[in-house]
Structures are given as structure tokens and as C-alpha cells.
């Protein structure tokens, strides 16, 4: 059974800091390129940073780069996403995404809430 469990959201006042964890089972991993996306109220689903199965080359929105810093631990089938310097436009759901092109299945998380405010 896949799961893909988000954790470490919460209240979190301007300026300050937050570190998603996202733990997977029932799937090969290391395999997947690994991804966090948010969703605020009323708007889409937009991708925040990404991380690649194989070099762990990474990629981040324009609005969270040089504040936010993904990584993974392939032993603990774990990514993370490392927020600093938050700001109340960061407030939104954050979503787990696992991506593994070539007709595989692709994964979602439940989602944690994030609220930056004062």
C-alpha cells in the first residue's frame, strides 16, 4: 500500500521557520523524483520545489528561492522542505508529490497545512 505521509506544518509568525517532512512507503523511492506543491484558498495547485531521483539536482518556484531548500534521504525514504524567512503569502496546504515518468503511477500526500501569520 503507497502512502505518503506529510508532517510538520503549523502556526508560524512572519519571519519565521518551518521544516516539512514527507515519509513514503510501498514504493521504490529512490526511483521517484520528489516534489512539494501547495495550494492557498481559492487558488491552484502550484509546484514549490523539486528534487530528482538520481543527483538530487534541485528546482524552486521564483517566490521561495533562496528561502526554502528541499532535500531527501533515500536510506529513511524521506523528503524534506526547509522554510525560512516565511511570509503570509507562503500560507497554504503543502502537498507531497512523487514522480516517476514512463508510465508509472504517480503519488500524492494528504497535505499539511502551513499558516504564516501574526
Known amino acids: 500500500q503507497v502512502q505518503l505521509v506529510e508532517s510538520g506544518g503549523g502556526l508560524v509568525q512572519p519571519g519565521g521557520s518551518l521544516r516539512l517532512s514527507c515519509e513514503a512507503s510501498?514504493?521504490?523511492?529512490?526511483?521517484?523524483?520528489m516534489n512539494w506543491y501547495r495550494q492557498a484558498p481559492g487558488k491552484g495547485r502550484e509546484l514549490v520545489a523539486g528534487?530528482?531521483?538520481?543527483?538530487?539536482?534541485?528546482t524552486y518556484a521564483e517566490s521561495v528561492k533562496g528561502r526554502f531548500t528541499i532535500s531527501r534521504d533515500n536510506a529513511k525514504n524521506t523528503v524534506y522542505l526547509q522554510m525560512n524567512s516565511l511570509k503570509p503569502e507562503d500560507t497554504a496546504v503543502y502537498y507531497c508529490?512523487?514522480?516517476?515518468?514512463?508510465?508509472?503511477?504517480?503519488?500524492w500526500g494528504q497535505g499539511t497545512q502551513v499558516t504564516v501569520s501574526s
Open positions: 528534487i530528482t531521483s538520481g543527483d538530487g539536482r534541485t
Open positions: 510501498g514504493f521504490t523511492f529512490s526511483m521517484y523524483r
Open positions: 508529490y512523487a514522480q516517476r515518468l514512463g508510465g508509472w503511477n504517480n503519488y
